[in-house]
């Protein structure tokens, strides 16, 4: 059974950092692309980010410079460091592994003084 599960959301301050993680299980990790999306109130689910199994990054231009994905093979977990945080970053973001068409639960960010 594939799942992913997201961990390490929570309130932050403006500028501030938050690392999460996306804990997997029920596939074959190394052999997979993993995404990471984000979804505002009233708005619709949009991309972040992305890892490639050799490492290869891609990101949405709201957030270059500011976050970065990464990946454990040995844990089979994918890590999305974000730095200098907005208020426009406070969404709920999810991991997504496309070739399955499965999201996790979703961990909730929230940027605010």
């Known amino acids: 059974q594939v799942r992913l599960v997201e961990s390490g959301g929570g309130l932050v301050q403006p500028g501030g950092s938050l690392r999460l993680s996306c804990a997997t299980s029920?596939?074959?990790?190394?052999?997979?692309?993993i995404n990471w999306y984000r979804q505002a109130p009233g708005k619709e689910r949009e991309f972040v980010a992305l890892?490639?199994?050799?490492?290869?990054?891609n990101y949405a231009d709201s957030v270059k410079g500011r976050f970065t994905i990464s990946r454990d093979n040995a844990k089979n977990t994918v890590y999305l460091q974000m730095n200098s945080l907005k208020a426009d970053d406070t969404a709920v973001y999810y991991c997504?592994?496309?070739?399955?068409?499965?999201w996790g639960q979703g961990t909730q960010v929230t940027v605010s003084s």
């Open positions: 997504y592994n496309q070739y399955y068409n499965n």
């Open positions: 029920g596939f074959t990790f190394n052999s997979h692309t």
């Open positions: 890892i490639t199994p050799g490492g290869r990054a």
